[in-house]
């Protein structure tokens, strides 16, 4: 409990950190809001008052090509990307932890694990959420589908380093002289000694989720219309890029505040939970 | 050390095979038959026909996985379903492009990551270090079709500074090389901050400051060199991101590199460039991997591989 | 420390400098040299062999190079000589052409009524993609070296038109033969220009040819330059790097409009936007949903937002740009937007609170774009529409298959009936019917037009199944387009056409 506190001390004297997450929460409270705080429906199309310039009576943030309410679709727009982070890195851990614990616990698993990972590494990263994707067909489940497949190697190598690094513990060692399961060791003694280095990549990985389904978004392999996706917003709005550069502008700061906001946090994180982590990522 | 080498390179081999298997399965899950792209949109199914015989694509899929290894085993790539132009050429034109953004991208990159890192980690705790890595964040943050859209309206469109659309010449490196910086920029800059720091507390480091050396000759010589190591991986790792991850910046760009030509590909169903285009990818990813490493052995003599 | 951080600092900064200067080399935005013409695609050119591409884009392009027997004129209906001198019919299946003397293929073989047959059958081969296009073809004879005769396996109506297309080029043989699979790199032709060089996905190059047969090319040298994102396209023109921006968005004839030294030119279009039911499918096998959907797209505003005001919407088969299209019968639409009258016929179709259903696009912004736009006006009358945004390869499978409900259709907008009028017919299921809408009167009248030389008969049969297909409205066209181009003002002499791009009277000015 001390030391809890004490973490939490070091983790809000952390200006960097602390400024993440107030702006996450602030997400978040929009995100959930986003109905009662929108001044339109996101869907909601006007085509004769289509781009309207910031300032627009009743459009703070101007319309879309099609006379949507810029600042309503942002607002949505907040519940999906981070939705889309959470999910990809839900994905990436469920499949990522158990193999990595796999291999650093029972060597015999460890070769065939450890290949795959190479193997999968070794595929240019987008490329293979394109190939992903148009396997399965676009749409933002397939997305975060395939976004979470490429994060997975990540979360196998850290669990597996992590677990290597206890396994000849003496503490280990004793759970298993006393004859206690191997899942119970795996579980009660060995991954939550990982738990910080996860957490910290874990954060990193939304912010680098959101930026790379916006990416998808943004060629068309994303969300699909009229889903007020950032990067799909930015697609669409990229057209009309000379004549009407707030269609473009507003989508951009979000995802950079937002993706900047996980950042600063997973750097906080790391430093507090854990200094000797500071050369990783 | 050879033979760390040799199992390495074996190592290597196996990963290549295995981007063979899974390319080629990959690719025949995609609905969309490549027939139907060549033929048009329009075609008789007798056209259809046509173009799989001539294509080969009638054949069973085992019948077809051994004649494209057969092919490879002999160096064979192909040549594009698309318009009959051999792999070779089309990989031959994109390479180069791709290589040269990720080299003057990463030049940048290292080139202002690095001072900014160092600055961070000597001033550690003060205002300059919070701002360094703050704006090292910010280049992590941003979105790059963003950036290089709002590159290309301000230096092309608003002032006229730059040129807009490729056309090979170094000046039109320009743009894509900063909007692809700024992501390996920010990696370059913590993880030399963070290296920097790790290498400052060191004893060997106090030992040579008690002993008097210049300030500046402790950072340089000793600190930096030694910080510098795992910065090497970040820029290894970054070129293989770089040569397979610039779809938008291409595609934004205009420039024909390894990125567009791929999800064109995928597109066009054009299984021969796209088969050809990945292994490349994962073996340059690789072997750049490879290098990283040794290099780290000869910087430093500390590290012997078994 | 603070000496050597500024001597770090000093580094970055110079470093910085040096790498930006070494990249910056011969000065940005070179004033092009005005002999000349640089003109931007939007999409991606690989091959140029008319054989094996399919592309309006390489067809366009070629115009320059490759020459046919006939050609339109820039109304896209009019047939004009072009290889061929002239030409009759000796039967309703058997044409003769006279072939123009003294032409010469670019590699200085000659050009003769073997280079015809050889060039012709090549693109109705097995091999060849436009098989299908030929499928009327019985053979190609040559009669002297300047005469040949066409047959074809029925009485063809449309043949001139066929003909016209920009996929039958006459190509060299020695040429083709020397190049093998490489042909469709530098194919080798009779026009005003012969390709020079050819980057696939980046440039076309090609020069002028001066021992071209008619009036010789203005500029000597044409650059075709594949810039996919647009507003690179817009800076490239504004900064002069651009002489021509082929198919432009509204956005950049907005763009322009306050810049006096660039123009818009705009020509009828061979693009379409419709949009098709698929009528093997419930609820579209039923006439009223068909209509009633119609009714509850609000056309007229799309053309005035989202398409910059360019285009007219009309009822298929007949955009007016096609030979056939009568302004008097046609001019008004059948179904204008009246979404109460969409419910209501919804209604009276058994829909009273509307129906879910989906509507197959190819994921471009342009097709989401409209995709959005419709999906917002049928929510008004309680159609949910959901999206599927797909690649070409998938929608193109799909659609031919049957398993959409509906999709969307680029072509045709100019040109012969016969070019558009399969699509209703019943052989064409699975092929080019995706609509799977069929009629046997219309296929009737379909196939007598297809076959009736006498141009009155002809048109009466066209129209005729025009009418039918007008009323059981199997699909719906939001627009025929313009072709819209930007120029810069420097640039004298281009003219558009709907299927060629020619550059032969184009200069560059001052």
Known sequence: MNRRGGLWRRFLRHRSAAAGLVVIAALAVVAALAPWLAPHPPDVQNLPGRLAPPGTPGHPLGTDELGRDILSRLLYGARISLVIGIIVVAVAVGVGVPAGALAGYNPRYDGVIMRAVDLMLSFPGILLALVIIAVLGPGLGNTMLAVGIFSVPVFVRITRASILSVRELEYVQAARAAGARDGRILFRHMLPNCLAPLLVQATFRVATSILTAASLSFIGLGAQPPTPEWGAMLATGRVNLYIAPHVTLYPGLAIFITVLAFNLLGDGLRDVLDPRLRAAH | ?306 | MTQSMRWWTVVACAVTVAVAAGAAGPPAAGAPARDVLRLSVRTTVVGLDPKFETASTVGFINSNVLESLVTTDFDGKTILPQLATEWRAETGSSWVFRLRPNVRFHDGTPFNAQAVKFSLERMADAESVHRGDFAWLQSVEVVDPLTVRIRSKFPYAPMLSALAFYQPYIVSPTAVQQMGTQFGQKPVGTGPFKYESHVPRQRTIMVRNDDYWGPKAKVSRAEWIIVVEENARLAALLSGELDILTIIEPSIMQALATRPQFAVLRGPDDLVDRVGFNARKRPFDDVRVRRALIHGVNRMQMIATIFGGVGVAYDPPLAPGIWGYDPQTMGRLSYPYDPNKARALLAEAGFPNGFRTTFTIINRPDHRQIGEVIQADLKQIGVEVALRALDFATVSQSTRQGEHDMYIIGTYGVGDPDRVLPEFESANFNVRNRNFWADPEVDRLILAQRQELDTQKRLALVRQAAAKIREAAPEFALRWRRAVLAINKDVVGYRVHPQKWYVRDTSVGR
């Not at chain 2, 294509?55 to 160096?75: I, N, S």
């Not at chain 2, 940048?108 to 703050?134: I, S, Y």
């Not at chain 2, 796209?274 to 292994?279: H, P």
């Open chain 2, 1 to 306: 050390m050879l033979q760390y080498v040799l199992r390495r390179v074996a190592h290597l081999a196996l990963v290549a095979a295995g981007v063979v298997v899974v390319t080629f399965s990959m690719l025949h899950l995609i609905p969309g038959d490549p027939a139907h792209v060549i033929a048009g949109d329009f075609a008789t199914q007798e056209s259809i026909e046509g173009v799989r015989r001539r294509l080969g694509l009638d054949q069973p899929l085992p019948v077809q996985f051994a004649r494209y290894v057969g092919r490879l085993a002999r160096g064979d790539l192909g040549a594009s379903f698309r318009s009959n132009v051999p792999v070779t050429r089309e990989l031959g034109l994109s390479y180069p492009i791709s290589a040269q953004l990720a080299v003057y991208s990463l030049a940048l990159a290292t080139a202002v990551g690095v001072p900014l890192g160092v600055v961070a980690a000597v001033r550690r705790g003060t205002f300059a270090d919070l701002a360094t890595m703050v704006v090292a964040m910010a280049g992590l943050s941003i979105p790059s079709f963003w950036l290089g859209l709002n590159l290309i309206l301000l230096f092309s469109v608003r002032l006229g500074w730059l040129r807009s659309i490729w056309g090979g010449a170094p000046a039109d490196y320009i743009l894509p090389s900063v909007t692809l910086a700024m992501f390996s920029l920010a990696l370059i800059a913590r993880q030399t901050r963070s290296s920097m720091l790790e290498v400052l507390t060191q004893d060997y480091i106090r030992t040579a400051r008690a002993k008097g050396l210049a300030v500046r000759a402790v950072y340089y010589r000793h600190a930096l060199l030694n910080a510098l190591i795992p910065v090497l991986t970040v820029i290894g790792l970054n070129f293989g991101y770089i040569l397979g991850g610039t779809v938008i910046t291409e595609s934004i760009f205009s420039m024909r590199g390894m990125g567009t030509l791929l999800v064109a590909s995928i597109l066009d169903r054009d299984y021969p460039i796209v088969q050809a285009g990945i292994l490349v990818l994962a073996l340059n990813f690789a072997v750049i991997n490879l290098l990283t490493d040794l290099l780290y052995a000869l910087i430093d003599p500390r590290i012997r591989y078994e």
